[in-house]
């Protein structure tokens, strides 16, 4: 396969392929297109040209079918449900391309075990899986039965001894909800998973240090994802519960929590102030802008990547944890407490 057969295949120029797999330029194709060229790019195998560039650096080099990579969604039933994870492995895609491995396989938690993937694995060449999210220490032990190597990404670090990418959802939590408790806000909600989530303990923690109690009827336990949100928000409501503010652990449950409050006529943030984690492209199109903390998900895929074929190709063997930064991204969805009618002058 050549540049010049997949660009006639996606119906591009050649120049729009490579700019697309090679990531230059700032708005290189749609994201329509890019997703196009990147399913021929994965079903066919293709690699550039890396063996001169891998021996004049003293790597050695694979088979062919060796340089192909696995993804595992751990978190969500489809693996196009939530962009924060498809940005993450668009990210791991692209730097592994750059180093001449390909990403040629996606599979999610629920189905790892269905007969036909497990064919699948079996029948791969793929040594490498990058794991996405939370994954439980079963499932990591029977990936690591069907791949050599496993690399770990996500915001909940892992007991185990694993390549591990983490940027701090226990620490991001705290730093959101903190956000919310210097605004005046002491009537929090949390909408979004408890279950082993480090998100939901660091709102817990936050709100500990402030001497705040826990409401556990402001606590809702939905998925992560906008019908969750949504659900988990309307309950607050339903509920009666006076809550000022929400703390949702990703985006997409704020967004469907937004959604819940725009429909009950409940101003953010007059009425009600929203915050949540992750950052993605989304968010700041939103109305209001939400206010989150930004996850460097497009570096953290680099770094994925990155450990995951240095260990494939011998450069370390003793396990790695990378931590990243992130930062508050303040923009509209947060304001002051709003002060109670019997309160105001």
Not at 96 to 112: C, Q
Not at 301 to 306: D, E, F, H, I, W
Not at 335 to 342: D, E, I, L, R, T
Request: proline fraction near 6%; aromatic fraction near 6%; hydrophobic fraction near 40%.
């Amino acid at each position: 396969m050549t540049l010049k057969e997949i660009a006639a295949e996606a119906g591009v120029s050649v120049s729009t392929v490579s700019r697309v797999i090679n990531k230059s330029g700032k708005s290189p194709a749609s994201p329509e297109v890019q997703e196009r060229i990147w399913k021929i790019v994965r079903r066919t195998g293709y690699l550039p040209d890396m063996a001169a560039r891998r021996l004049k650096m003293g790597v050695k080099d694979l088979p062919e079918a060796a340089r192909s990579i696995a993804c595992l969604y751990a978190r969500v039933q489809d693996s196009d449900s939530d962009t924060f994870f498809t940005v993450l492995a668009r990210s791991i895609e692209r730097e592994a391309f750059k180093h001449g491995y390909i990403l040629k396989y996606t599979f999610t938690a629920p189905n790892i075990r269905h007969p036909d993937v497990l064919r699948l694995i079996a029948g791969s060449q793929a040594q490498g899986v990058a794991v996405l999210g939370r994954c439980d220490i079963q499932l990591l032990k029977f990936l690591k039965q069907q791949f050599p190597y496993v690399a770990c990404a996500g915001l909940n670090p892992l007991e185990a001894k694993y390549d591990q990418i983490i940027c701090d959802g226990y620490q991001a939590a705290v730093t959101a909800v903190d956000h919310l408790i210097k605004l005046g806000h002491r009537r929090i909600a949390y909408v979004g998973e408890t279950r082993d989530e480090n998100r939901y303990l660091g709102y817990c923690r936050a709100l500990s240090a402030a001497r705040i109690p826990l409401c556990r009827e402001a606590v809702i336990n939905v998925p992560l994802s906008r019908p969750g949100g949504y659900r988990g928000a309307n309950l607050v409501f339903d509920r009666a519960v006076p809550v000022t503010a929400l703390f949702c652990p990703n985006d997409a449950t704020a967004i469907g929590a937004m959604k819940a409050a725009k429909e009950r006529d409940i101003s953010i943030p007059g009425d009600l102030s929203v915050i949540s984690i992750d950052d993605i492209d989304t968010a700041q199109y939103l109305t209001p802008m939400l206010t989150t903390i930004h996850i460097p998900v497009e570096e953290m895929g680099q770094m994925t990547a990155k450990l995951l074929i240095d260990r494939m190709e011998g450069g370390h063997t003793l396990p790695m944890k990378v931590s990243l930064p992130f930062y508050l991204a303040g923009r509209e969805s947060c304001g002051s407490c709003p002060v109670p009618a019997k309160e105001k002058p």
